[in-house]
């Protein structure tokens, strides 16, 4: 094994959560190093949504404005049963700069977020997997192994995780995760398709035997999620089109012309014990895992890395005492709280079976899509306005 090095913090993961704090310390000039098992970046779409939140959070950073550059505002959403709509959601009324849901697939935030990290004269230690953790009262040594099985470790005032949902820093420090897992598969496919609704409008079918999302993205294609009992593993053009036929409108034909990514998933919920234990701290994935229901699971994760990046920063230069710390769990965890909660409702409601309880959620939707305080409200939540 080398000499252990020594920085300030270690940022285990280099996802959009572990690249946001990477870009914080960077820029406040804190010695730090961020590794990432990966030889390469992850090259899916994934995360398709940035909320107002978010593009607000990271405005200091400097990369809102690279964002909105590549991504596609969508100022409006519809829930529909076929041709009906049931209620139609307006973010161009917000209190915010940004009135919009901004597509943009995940590799392409990540990539703006590397390139910032680049221009701030940092590096991302690509194919390092962090092995073992230990901490004693003053510092924590963590291991790191390459792909031939070269060790190196780093000493550091503070380890982050922001290595995701099967967080191996979490488990080393012993941190309670109670996860859970939804019922249902999902499809997620980016094709290419015509468009027959409100342009820039995702759109989100609640239908019979399941729902369909779709929602423009930039480059002219569309991301498709929808509920699955028997899809294949990379759903193909005719599993696609047989499902919009089923649950689209009626109206309207909507030939989908290829299929560029799909995959199958299912979706995992929980929410760490604790975010912080010793001298390591968790962030994003690593601390809570919900459903894609409103597209929060990366804007929260990018939140975590804002909130705990400021507190480090004050920390280590010495603008607070050590216990200002403590202030990101108390702020941080009770938002995820809410999130898992809420993402947990909205996906209990869109996957409802039977037919009673489906034309129940049709009239209540319908009812409540007429109300405006409602419809402002459901709004506020999913940009993250209500944080
Ligand atoms: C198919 C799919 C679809 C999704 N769709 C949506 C969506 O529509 N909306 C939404 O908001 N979210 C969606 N998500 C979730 C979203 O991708 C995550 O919430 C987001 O990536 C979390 O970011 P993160 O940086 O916290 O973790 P991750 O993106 O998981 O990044 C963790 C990083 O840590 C690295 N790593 C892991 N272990 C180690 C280790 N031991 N040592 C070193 N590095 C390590 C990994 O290589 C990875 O790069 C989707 C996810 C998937 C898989």
Redesign the pocket.
């Known amino acids: 094994m080398s000499d252990t090095a020594e920085t300030q913090v270690v940022i285990?993961?280099?996802?959009?959560?572990?690249?946001?704090l990477a870009i914080r310390l960077a820029a406040a000039g804190i010695p730090f190093m961020l590794?990432?098992?990966?030889t390469m970046?992850?090259a899916?779409?994934?995360?398709?949504?940035i909320h107002a939140r978010t593009l607000e959070v990271v405005e200091p950073l400097g990369v809102t404005d690279h964002l909105l550059a590549a991504g596609l505002r969508l100022p409006t959403a519809s829930l529909r049963n076929r041709d009906r709509v049931l209620m139609r959601l307006d973010f161009s009324t917000l209190r915010t700069r940004y009135r919009f849901v901004l597509a943009l697939q995940?590799d392409q935030t990540?990539a703006i977020l590397a390139r910032r990290l680049t221009t701030l004269g940092s590096t991302i230690e690509r194919g390092?997997?962090?092995?073992h953790l230990q901490q004693d009262p003053d510092m924590a040594t963590l291991t790191?192994r390459d792909p031939a099985g070269g060790l190196k470790s780093v000493r550091a005032r503070y380890v982050v995780a922001?290595?995701?949902?099967?967080?191996?820093?979490r488990q080393a420090v012993g941190i309670g995760f109670d996860p859970g897992t939804y019922p249902e598969s999902f499809i997620?496919a980016d094709v290419h398709m015509d468009w027959p609704f409100v342009p820039d409008e995702m759109v989100m079918f609640l239908a019979r035997d399941g729902i369909a999302l779709a929602?423009p993205l930039p480059g002219g294609h569309v991301?498709i999620?929808a509920t699955a009992d028997n899809a294949p593993v990379s759903p193909g053009l005719q599993d696609v089109q047989a499902m919009l036929n089923r649950r689209g409108p009626q109206a309207v034909p909507v030939p989908v012309h290829d299929v560029i990514w799909s995959?199958r998933?299912r979706i995992h919920h929980g929410l760490a014990a604790r975010y912080r234990a010793g001298r390591v701290f968790l962030?994003?994935?690593?601390?809570h895992?919900h459903s894609?229901a409103?597209?929060?699971?990366?804007?929260?994760?990018?939140q975590?890395?804002v909130a705990l990046g400021e507190r480090l920063v004050a920390v280590i230069n010495g603008r607070q005492p050590e216990a200002g710390l403590d202030s990101y769990e108390a702020t941080r965890r009770p938002v995820a709280e809410r999130v898992v909660g809420a993402t947990d409702q909205m996906t209990r409601m869109v996957t409802l079976t039977g037919s009673g309880s489906q034309l129940i959620r049709s009239a209540a939707l319908s009812l409540i899509g007429h109300v405006p305080v409602a419809r402002r409200r459901i709004a506020t939540m999913i940009a993250g306005l209500n944080r």
């Open positions: 285990v993961g280099a996802g959009p959560t572990g690249l946001t590794a990432d098992k990966l970046p992850q899916t779409s994934r995360a398709a949504a995940q990540e390092w997997e962090a092995v790191l922001a290595d995701g949902y099967h967080s191996m820093v997620l929602v991301r999620v995959s998933f962030a994003g994935d690593a601390a895992a894609p409103g597209g929060q699971g990366m804007n929260t994760g990018i975590d890395a």
